[in-house]
Protein backbone atom coordinates (compact mmCIF):
# COMPACT_ATOMS: atom_id res chain seq x y z
CA UNK A 1 0.00 0.00 0.00
CA UNK A 2 1.37 3.45 -0.62
CA UNK A 3 2.21 5.60 2.02
CA UNK A 4 3.17 9.19 1.90
CA UNK A 5 4.25 11.14 5.27
CA UNK A 6 5.51 14.56 5.59
CA UNK A 7 7.95 16.49 7.59
CA UNK A 8 9.27 20.11 7.76
CA UNK A 9 6.49 22.18 8.11
CA UNK A 10 6.87 25.05 10.72
CA UNK A 11 6.48 28.67 11.33
CA UNK A 12 8.81 30.84 10.00
CA UNK A 13 9.54 35.03 9.30
CA UNK A 14 8.53 35.85 6.06
CA UNK A 15 12.43 35.76 3.84
CA UNK A 16 12.97 32.34 5.91
CA UNK A 17 13.45 29.10 4.13
CA UNK A 18 12.27 25.65 5.23
CA UNK A 19 12.75 22.28 3.49
CA UNK A 20 9.65 19.78 3.42
CA UNK A 21 10.39 16.20 3.12
CA UNK A 22 8.11 13.34 1.87
CA UNK A 23 8.90 9.39 2.35
CA UNK A 24 7.30 7.38 0.42
CA UNK A 25 6.72 3.70 0.61
CA UNK A 26 4.98 0.43 -0.64
CA UNK A 27 5.49 1.28 -4.29
CA UNK A 28 8.58 1.55 -6.38
CA UNK A 29 9.02 4.88 -5.61
CA UNK A 30 11.70 5.95 -8.49
CA UNK A 31 8.91 5.22 -11.60
CA UNK A 32 6.61 8.01 -10.04
CA UNK A 33 5.77 11.44 -10.73
CA UNK A 34 5.79 13.33 -7.49
CA UNK A 35 4.61 16.59 -6.63
CA UNK A 36 3.99 19.11 -4.41
CA UNK A 37 0.91 20.76 -3.67
CA UNK A 38 -0.78 23.30 -1.01
CA UNK A 39 -4.10 24.42 0.26
CA UNK A 40 -4.93 27.94 2.32
CA UNK A 41 -8.01 27.93 3.94
CA UNK A 42 -10.89 28.43 1.81
CA UNK A 43 -9.06 28.18 -1.40
CA UNK A 44 -8.67 25.18 -3.93
CA UNK A 45 -5.59 22.85 -3.82
CA UNK A 46 -2.82 24.34 -6.19
CA UNK A 47 -0.03 22.32 -7.36
CA UNK A 48 3.56 23.96 -6.11
CA UNK A 49 6.41 22.17 -7.87
CA UNK A 50 6.60 18.51 -9.86
CA UNK A 51 9.18 15.80 -10.35
CA UNK A 52 9.58 12.76 -12.75
CA UNK A 53 11.51 10.23 -12.66
CA UNK A 54 13.90 11.26 -14.61
CA UNK A 55 14.05 14.76 -12.78
CA UNK A 56 12.79 16.88 -15.06
CA UNK A 57 10.63 19.64 -12.87
CA UNK A 58 7.88 22.29 -13.25
CA UNK A 59 7.06 25.12 -11.17
CA UNK A 60 3.54 27.09 -10.29
CA UNK A 61 4.82 30.59 -11.38
CA UNK A 62 4.41 31.90 -7.78
CA UNK A 63 7.46 29.93 -6.24
CA UNK A 64 9.20 29.98 -9.67
CA UNK A 65 13.39 30.91 -8.69
CA UNK A 66 11.99 30.24 -4.88
CA UNK A 67 11.35 27.05 -4.48
CA UNK A 68 12.95 23.25 -5.33
CA UNK A 69 11.83 20.31 -5.68
CA UNK A 70 14.05 17.16 -5.93
CA UNK A 71 14.01 13.58 -4.97
CA UNK A 72 16.22 10.98 -4.02
CA UNK A 73 15.55 7.77 -5.15
CA UNK A 74 17.64 5.43 -3.05
CA UNK A 75 15.77 7.22 -0.09
CA UNK A 76 12.79 6.86 -1.64
CA UNK A 77 12.15 10.35 -0.47
CA UNK A 78 10.99 13.52 -2.16
CA UNK A 79 12.21 16.90 -0.89
CA UNK A 80 10.83 20.84 -1.33
CA UNK A 81 13.11 23.55 -0.39
CA UNK A 82 11.04 26.79 0.06
CA UNK A 83 13.47 30.01 0.14
CA UNK A 84 11.98 33.77 0.66
CA UNK A 85 9.01 32.81 2.06
CA UNK A 86 6.39 35.05 1.84
CA UNK A 87 3.29 35.20 3.86
CA UNK A 88 1.01 34.32 1.39
CA UNK A 89 2.97 30.85 1.05
CA UNK A 90 0.90 29.93 4.32
CA UNK A 91 -1.03 27.06 3.57
CA UNK A 92 -1.36 23.31 4.55
CA UNK A 93 1.50 21.14 2.20
CA UNK A 94 0.75 17.93 0.75
CA UNK A 95 3.28 15.26 -1.14
CA UNK A 96 1.31 13.51 -3.98
CA UNK A 97 2.37 10.18 -6.52
CA UNK A 98 1.23 8.46 -9.42
CA UNK A 99 2.42 6.91 -12.33
CA UNK A 100 0.42 9.20 -14.23
CA UNK A 101 1.83 12.35 -15.59
CA UNK A 102 -0.49 15.01 -14.01
CA UNK A 103 2.65 17.24 -12.94
CA UNK A 104 0.70 20.19 -11.64
CA UNK A 105 -3.06 19.31 -11.98
CA UNK A 106 -4.39 17.55 -8.75
CA UNK A 107 -5.11 14.26 -9.65
CA UNK A 108 -2.18 12.25 -8.06
CA UNK A 109 -3.78 9.10 -6.82
CA UNK A 110 -1.87 9.24 -3.75
CA UNK A 111 -1.24 11.50 -0.98
CA UNK A 112 0.34 12.31 2.05
CA UNK A 113 -1.36 13.54 5.74
CA UNK A 114 -0.11 17.03 4.73
CA UNK A 115 2.66 19.31 6.99
CA UNK A 116 1.41 23.15 8.12
CA UNK A 117 3.48 26.38 6.62
CA UNK A 118 3.34 29.15 8.33
CA UNK A 119 5.07 32.61 7.42
CA UNK A 120 4.69 35.53 9.70
CA UNK A 121 5.31 39.20 7.84
Known amino acids: QVQLVESGGGSVQAGGSLRLSCAASGYTYSSYYMGWFRQAPGKEREGVAAIDSDGSTSYAGSVKGRFTISRDNAKNTLYLQMNSLKPEDTAMYYC???????????????WGQGTQVTVSS
Open 96 to 110: AADRVDWWLLPRYNY
